[in-house]
């Protein structure tokens, strides 16, 4: 079982950066896809950005050359990123970070583990 922890979401300004982080533990996945996501009030969940294990990355249109997804792993550390750039209040959601095995790895993959989620809020 993967446990998936995010932070680092907060109130910014339009126009202004924000850095997720996802810290996965546990029995994490040898070949492990990983991948963001969002959840708007009142809209369904949005994929957001994924990255398989070999380093393939895929971004939604709504934020692709704005958001940039990474990872590091080394010693006990299991860690993902979301650097947000030039933040509009389109993409203020509730983040969640999400984990499969090996396999296909994109955003309409079936992923099975999922973190509880931080809150973004893009003020105009």
């Known amino acids: 079982q993967v446990q998936l922890v995010e932070s680092g979401g907060g109130s910014v300004q339009a126009g202004g950066s924000l850095r997720l982080s996802c810290d996965a533990s546990?029995?994490?996945?040898?070949?492990?896809?990983m991948a963001w996501f969002r959840q708007a009030p009142g809209k369904e969940r949005e994929g957001v950005a994924s990255?398989?294990?070999?380093?393939?990355?895929?971004?939604s249109d709504s934020v692709k050359g704005r958001f940039t997804i990474s990872h590091y792993r080394g010693g006990d550390k299991n860690t993902l990123y979301l650097q947000m750039n030039s933040l509009e209040p389109n993409d203020t959601a509730t983040y969640y970070c999400?984990?499969?095995?090996?396999?296909?790895?994109?955003?309409?993959?079936?992923?099975?583990?999922w973190g509880q989620g931080t809150q973004v809020t893009v003020s105009s």
């Open positions: 999400a984990a499969k095995g090996s396999g296909d790895c994109y955003l309409g993959s079936r992923f099975v583990s």
């Open positions: 546990g029995s994490t996945y040898d070949s492990m896809c």
């Open positions: 990255r398989s294990n070999f380093g393939i990355i895929k971004y």
